[in-house]
């Protein structure tokens, strides 16, 4: 059945217990959130005040990171008609936190998208605010609220748990910003810098479980953000992209 992303409503896996009465407020308004074009950048009130107001100050990234990955190119609309979602779980993770895993799968697709097929797995967190309401938000700062921080000259590093820091990595990054911003005259900026693992590791801060795509790494200028899947900590590729500051607010790294 094609579904109308205007008013649709996620099919459940026998996991969901929608009698649980904060499982079926997640539900709701997690479903809310698919039916009010997630492509788009707006004041979403089915979403974390706070990340819905860093989206509209640059205005160049959706609110939800998964949607920058998922909707490239594509309407949320478009997407959810042929990628058919299905929620697989909304747990309880932490005191009035909730998690909720989205399985986006297409149900007869053509040959050439079998291998395309489950799409994603989503993961997002529906967080009680101050009203008692149920408001969606991005994984990033929950997951890394525990790694080692590291401050190195104008660089923050956040280092997930199976890296290892790295201080030559970290002082070749200070010597090779100082040398490319004297060279070409260029202002200074700090900005953080994720060192992750692995592309999976990645996806989980991009609110995937399980993504088809692979980023090597990013740049994400308006953010100030650096995310790196090969656990170093002098990734010139990307330092580049952030020092210049041009153009292209994202710049990835397949």
Not at 48 to 73: H, T
Not at 110 to 121: A, L, R
Not at 195 to 211: A, I, M, T
Request: contains cysteine.
């Amino acid at each position: 059945s094609i579904c109308s992303s205007q008013n649709y409503k996620p099919t459940i896996s026998a996991r969901v217990d929608t009698t649980n009465i904060n499982v079926k407020k997640v539900y709701e308004v997690y479903t809310n959130y698919l039916n009010s074009k997630p492509d788009s950048i707006y004041f979403n009130n089915f979403w974390k005040v706070s990340e819905v107001e860093e989206a509209l100050k640059n205005k160049f990234q959706k609110i939800d990171r998964a949607a920058d990955v998922m909707f490239n190119g594509i309407k949320s609309e478009r997407f959810i008609e042929y990628y058919q979602p299905k929620v697989i779980q909304i747990d309880s993770v932490d005191v009035n936190r909730y998690q909720i895993k989205t399985l986006f799968n297409a149900d007869c697709p053509e040959n050439e998208y079998k291998k395309y097929t489950p799409s994603y797995i989503t993961k997002l967190y529906a967080v009680k605010d101050n009203d008692g309401n149920f408001k969606l938000e991005n994984c990033l700062n929950y997951l890394t609220f525990d790694w080692k921080k590291i401050k190195k000259g104008t660089i923050t590093y956040i280092i997930h748990p199976n890296c290892l820091y790295n201080k030559k990595q970290a002082r070749n990054a200070q010597l090779f910003i100082k040398e490319i911003s004297k060279k070409f005259d260029l202002e200074k900026t700090d900005f953080t810098y994720y060192v992750l693992p692995n592309s999976d590791e990645l996806g989980k801060l991009y609110n995937f479980e399980y993504w088809n795509s692979y980023i090597g790494g990013q740049t994400i200028i308006p953010k100030k953000e650096i995310f790196t899947t090969y656990s170093n900590f002098d990734y010139n590729h990307e330092i580049v992209h952030m020092i210049f500051r041009k153009n292209d607010a994202v710049k990835s790294d397949q």
